[in-house]
């Protein structure tokens, strides 16, 4: 062993600079470029306005908010007008029994004209309850375009995460490559100065390569995962003002709110979970339909009226008879009522079909309402397992990174075997994956809970 003092203070600075080096690794929290910064609020917001399957929901929303603007129509009159001219043109010949003969052309001209008015006083209040229809439906859209917002901004914060947990991994792999090189640089060192094996410091060559080949494999996923990202907040490959590239950085961390209770989340539940007030619109529009189809059995009464004008003309009367000139003008009106008395019990078919679908809706509604429940709690238990889990791992990441520091310098100084260190530096990765995803699977569980409680919108 060399036994010379510039040595043995070469050997401390190098141990020193290593050991500054691992520190700064380990306590400087992850950066990230200031330009190009995608926020989750800005995924979101694009997403709001581009995502295809909000822009189909919107389409139905406002095709259901079409009829509900026509909905008074059903309690107004229907006029009809009509116009006809006729012109005839006719080559007659008579012989009457006095032995008189008229032949000549007779042009003839008919002008008829008329407005009609059908007005319905009375038909079981079917009136009445197409109109709540129409206004039933139209919430029905409202409620059915917040659901597929909902939806789709649930996949827009998982998706994001996703590349946020990626991007952690990326940066425990980069530390890990660190941590790497600096074994390799003491096994070559040991090596040079007789301390160590060439198979130590081969290993950790080869230890180095496999972090650089992951690095390279985690980078092209990421870049997956922001193309999977596009295509959810921006599909509109043509637009290039719009268009979002991968060119991007994503925020480095996960935040998770502990401060949820389930007291806040089953609070108004039913009242605001989008599923639920789906199923209960299709339950109350059943009900309307049972009334509609019932609104049959009753009589329609309906008050009629019209004003008709007709005119003809003849350039000449072969028939003494006959007038020149007719004109008739005048109005209408009455009433008129549609009694239903055989119809082959077509409606008594509709009223129980509609009645079966209403019972249906009524136990869809149950079974949606009991599933809610459960998933709430199921979803909340898994929140505060997923919160105890983060603390224990948070915890257990100081404990790995302070034992590769200790490890690395104490194989340094030769008091820790090659296997120790890799072992260390073994618990250090997996306390690094069990951390990140301990953080991705805390915030799916808050996710999945304002999901259910239909707060991830307002």
Do not use: C
Not at 390 to 419: P, R
């Amino acid at each position: 062993m060399n036994r010379n003092p510039d040595y043995f203070r070469s050997v401390v600075m190098k141990r020193l600079w290593y050991l500054s080096l691992l520190l700064m690794i380990v306590v400087l929290p992850f950066t990230s470029h200031a330009q190009n910064m995608l926020t989750l609020e800005d995924a979101i917001a694009v997403a709001l306005e581009n995502n295809f399957e909000i822009r189909l929901a919107k389409t139905d929303s406002s095709r259901l908010g079409l009829d509900y603007s026509y909905r008074n129509v059903v309690f107004l009159p229907r006029i009809n007008a009509t116009l006809g001219n006729n012109w005839t043109n006719n080559n007659q010949n008579q012989e009457f029994s006095d032995g008189t003969n008229r032949k000549g052309d007779v042009k003839t001209g008919n002008l008829n004209a008329g407005v009609t008015l059908d007005w319905t006083l009375f038909d079981g209040l079917k009136m009445f309850t197409l109109k709540k229809k129409a206004e039933e439906y139209a919430n029905l859209g409202q409620l059915e375009l917040k659901n597929q917002v909902i939806n789709t901004v649930a996949s827009v914060i998982e998706t994001y995460y996703v590349i946020v947990r990626q991007k952690q991994q990326l940066k425990a792999i980069e530390e890990q490559m660190s941590i790497n090189q600096t074994r390799v640089d003491l096994s070559k060192r040991k090596l040079e100065v007789g301390l160590g094996t060439k198979p130590e410091y081969l290993q950790s060559q080869i230890d180095l390569n496999a972090q650089k080949s992951a690095k390279l494999e985690q980078e092209t996923y990421i870049r997956e995962l922001k193309r999977r990202l596009n295509q959810l907040i921006n599909p509109l490959p043509d637009d290039q003002e719009n268009q979002i590239t991968t060119d991007y950085v994503v925020s480095d961390s996960i935040s998770v709110n502990d401060q949820i209770s389930l007291d806040d989340i089953q609070n108004n539940l039913e009242e605001n979970n989008p599923g639920l007030q789906v199923s209960r619109k299709n339950l109350e529009i059943a009900d309307l339909t049972v009334k509609e189809f019932k609104a049959d059995q009753y009589p329609v009464i309906e008050f009629n009226s019209a004003y008709n004008f007709r005119r003809s003309t003849n350039d000449i009367a072969l028939n003494p008879f006959l007038p020149l000139f007719n004109q008739n003008k005048g109005f209408s009106y009455g009433f008129s009522a549609s009694i239903p008395i055989l119809n082959y019990r077509n409606t008594n078919r509709l009223i129980k079909h509609a009645e079966l679908d209403l019972q249906y809706q009524s136990i869809s509604y149950a079974s949606e309402r009991s599933r809610l429940k459960l998933n709430v709690v199921n979803a909340y238990n898994l929140f505060q397992l997923q919160l105890e889990t983060l603390a224990l791992e948070e915890a257990n990441i100081l404990l790995a990174k302070e034992n590769v520091a200790i490890t690395l310098e104490t194989y340094q100084l030769g008091s820790t075997t090659f296997i120790q260190l890799r072992e260390a530096e073994k618990s250090l990765d997996d306390a690094y994956n069990r951390l990140i995803n301990a953080r991705y699977n805390a915030k799916l569980a808050e996710t999945e809970l304002l999901k259910l409680k239909g707060e991830l919108v307002y």
